[in-house]
């Protein structure tokens, strides 16, 4: 396959889209060498390149590598932005210059209010994840066995949540065996999950994976308008609804969005797509088509309790918390 990055991940923002850019954010100066945002950072700026260069980095393997390089009108991001989870890449300044910050609260106006911009990013985003995804490039390791079950739970988490992820199985590649030595690790420590240069994961559970990596980012206590239980097609199209009509909404569900519907390898009776469309690839649009409105999507999460208190609802979940 191909490593050539698509045309559509390295768009460059003409001069009218620029102002239009700079009324929802803040420029700033940065010298050579300043770190704009690092690896497993929650909540970063989308940064658009005014003057100067900047890199981007990967962690592979122990080691640091240049995935991608910013030129004047060009942007940082990819689908995290919109889902919020943590970041996994490094940018860094290699030339003193000016530097457009779009904080998260800044996107989420732009991805609401300017439907052209929306498109602009929401198709770069994509096509940048779907890059990472399809040429094994990430700083997410799983190191494990073939048919060993818990590296498989792991492997299914990643794959269904569209987590960019590099799989060893150590039995079978003599790369990963090397990693869990220079990790100082052994087999019974498997699986072990690898996120940046600095943490990992030793035979974390699943509901431990996800909140690492920021798949259920609703804190206890959180309050919404509309709670969708099941990110099914019906109740991701629920969420997307009620969202784009301006309520505030958070989807659980007890595994990943997309339901049955995600695990069908094509459908041919969904309204809208007359040739098919993999389910994985349904799911993934009406994640990200729910997540643009700002719906806040938290799995595995499985819903144990509701009951009504003081005029209002309470869900329980399974692990005693409170969303």
Known sequence: MSSTPPLAMNYRLTTRELEELAAYGEKRSHKAGDVLFSYDDTEVDVLVLLSGGLNVYLHENGEERRVGWLEPGQFTGDISVITAQPSLVLARMVADGDVLHLSPDAMRRILVENSKLSDIFVTTFTARRAWARSNGRASVVLLGRAL????????????????????????????????????????????????????????????????????????????????????????????????????????????????????????????????????????DRARIQAQKFGVRIASPVSAETLERQDGEY??????????
């Open 314 to 323: 309470l869900l329980t979940t399974t692990d005693g918390a409170h969303p």
């Open 148 to 283: 060993d079950r818990p590296s498989f739970a792991l492997r299914d988490l990643l794959s269904k949540h569209d987590v960019p992820f590099l799989w060893a199985d150590i039995d079978a590649d003599a790369q990963g065996k090397a990693l869990l030595e220079k990790l100082q690790l052994t087999p019974e420590d498997l699986p072990v999950l690898v996120t940046g240069p600095e943490r990992r994961l030793i035979k974390p559970s699943v509901e431990e994976a996800g909140r690492v990596l920021g798949l259920n980012l609703i804190p206890d206590d959180a309050c919404a308008d509309v709670l969708v239980v099941g990110a099914g097609p019906a109740g991701l199209a629920a969420s997307v609804y009620a969202a784009s009509e301006g309520l505030s909404v958070v989807t659980l569900d007890a595994a990943a969005p997309g339901g049955q519907a995600g695990t069908s390898s094509k459908i041919e009776n969904y309204l809208g797509f007359p040739s098919g469309i993999s389910g994985q690839d349904l799911a």
